[in-house]
Nanobody, 121 residues
Framework: QARLLESGGGSVQAGGSLNLSCAIPEWIFSNCEIGWYHQPPGNKRERALVSRIKKITDGSTIYADSVKGRFTVSEDNAKNTLLLQMNSLKTEDTGEYYC???????????WGRGTLVTVSS
C-alpha cells in the first residue's frame, strides 16, 4: 500500500520547468533515505534513480548524471515533504516520477503511486 503521495506532474514543453512534491508520513520522513525515481513510458520494469537524500547515512544528496545541473531535490522539514525542482526539461525526462523511501531503519521500503511528467518538443 502506497504511503507516499506525489503531486505536481503535468505537461510542459522542452526547456520548461515543473516542481514535484511528495508528502511523506513523519516517521518515514525521519527514518528513511528519500528520493525520486523515473520510469520511462512503456517500461514498467525500470525505475531509475533521479535523486536521493541520504538522510540516515551521511546526509549527502546524489543525482543521476542525466539530471545534474537541471534538477534540484530538497526537503521541507516543517511539512515532511520532499521536493524536486525540474528545470530545462528534455523530452527524455518524460515518464512517471515516483517518490520512494528506501532504505529505512525498519528494513522496509515505501513508494508513492507516481506522478506523470510529459515533456513535448
Amino acid at each position: 500500500q502506497a504511503r507516499l503521495l506525489e503531486s505536481g506532474g503535468g505537461s510542459v514543453q522542452a526547456g520548461g520547468s515543473l516542481n514535484l512534491s511528495c508528502a511523506i508520513p513523519e516517521w518515514i520522513f525521519s527514518n528513511c533515505e528519500i528520493g525520486w525515481y523515473h520510469q520511462p513510458p512503456g517500461n514498467k520494469r525500470e525505475r531509475a534513480l533521479v535523486s536521493r537524500i541520504k538522510k540516515i547515512t551521511d546526509g549527502s544528496t546524489i543525482y543521476a548524471d542525466s539530471v545534474k545541473g537541471r534538477f534540484t531535490v530538497s526537503e521541507d522539514n516543517a511539512k515532511n515533504t520532499l521536493l524536486l525542482q525540474m528545470n530545462s526539461l528534455k523530452t527524455e525526462d518524460t515518464g512517471e516520477y515516483y517518490c520512494a523511501a528506501d532504505p529505512c531503519r525498519d528494513g522496509m521500503d515505501y513508494w508513492g503511486r507516481g506522478t506523470l511528467v510529459t515533456v513535448s518538443s
